[in-house]
């Protein structure tokens, strides 16, 4: 029973997020501001209460403070989710376009790694590609509507 009310608040959700996709973006980017500033805090007090028992503790505190901030940036509306998940395609992207330049330089005449380099080049066309939409908090919100009202009507009909 209690799937079925899953899948229909995810139906009901979609629909919001198809009616009003900036608002879904919007929504979504406080919400994963709310929890990675409260896994920033959790995180920072494990570390400096661990310090003196645990090597890894420095590297706890720096990704508690990058999770901090980049939550409390998200949770204050500073900047859209969206923005950041095109910033992040365009980088991917320039990474993988530059590491199959690299490979396909490295060795055309060997079979495997002139494909690896192709297929490496293609994937970053497309995750600048995907970059370029994200930027796009209508197409983002569209995108998790379609998603969501997919899964509900899937959960819905499942036995």
Do not use: C, D
């Not at 590609?129 to 983002?140: C, H, M, R």
């Amino acid at each position: 029973m209690l799937k079925k009310w899953a899948g229909l608040f995810s139906l009901i959700l979609g629909i919001i997020f198809l009616i009003s996709p900036v608002l879904g973006v919007t929504a979504i980017s406080i919400l994963t501001g709310l929890v990675l500033t409260a896994l920033g805090v959790w995180m920072l007090l494990n570390g400096l209460m661990a310090r003196k028992y645990m090597e890894v503790s420095i590297l706890w505190i720096v990704f508690s403070l990058i999770a901090l901030a980049v939550g409390m940036i998200l949770a204050f509306r500073v900047v859209l989710i969206n923005q950041i998940a095109g910033a992040w395609f365009y980088v991917t992207g320039v990474l993988l376009i530059v590491a199959g330049v690299m490979i396909l330089s490295a060795g055309y005449e060997n079979y495997i790694k002139r494909n690896a380099g192709i297929i490496s080049a293609i994937f970053g066309l497309i995750y600048i590609i995907a970059g370029f939409l994200a930027f796009n908090p209508v197409f983002i919100g569209v995108l998790v509507g379609l998603i969501l009202v997919l899964h509900g009507v899937m959960v819905l009909r499942s036995p």
